[in-house]
């Protein structure tokens, strides 16, 4: 999906998450209906996704940076063959809980009050 890209450049593994386009938008609005604390900027979803990850793929989050905006879900890694593969999950994750958003929709009903909102 258009909404969330890998790119490499030198030594480093870029995942960016376009929580703007129209479906991310829309879905983060609905996650807030269900939960105030979930207003769903890029440190929101940064919050979402190392609770969401840490328990159901901590591997992913091993070696991972975060750098959030506002307006955007952006995380780095070290180019490596094994990162690679970590940035891959995580782009699949991420497409399946947009295009499955009732996954996140129920995540956000039976466990917002574990996740540590922005």
Do not use: S
Request: proline share 3%; hydrophobic share 35%; net charge negative.
């Amino acid at each position: 999906m258009d909404y969330v890209k890998i790119m490499k450049y030198g030594n480093i593994i870029n995942l960016t998450f376009n929580i703007e386009q129209d479906k991310p938008f829309d879905i983060g609005e609905k996650m807030n209906e269900i939960c105030a604390d979930a207003y769903m900027n890029g440190y929101n979803w940064e919050a979402f996704f190392n609770y969401y990850l840490g328990k159901n793929y901590p591997e992913i989050l091993e070696g991972i940076d975060f750098d959030p905006e506002a307006g955007m879900f952006t995380v780095y890694y070290d180019y490596t063959p094994e990162n690679e593969i970590k940035a891959e999950k995580f782009k699949a994750i991420i497409t399946d809980l947009i295009e499955n958003e009732e996954k996140l929709y129920k995540v956000i009903k039976e466990e917002a009050a574990n996740i540590e909102w922005d």
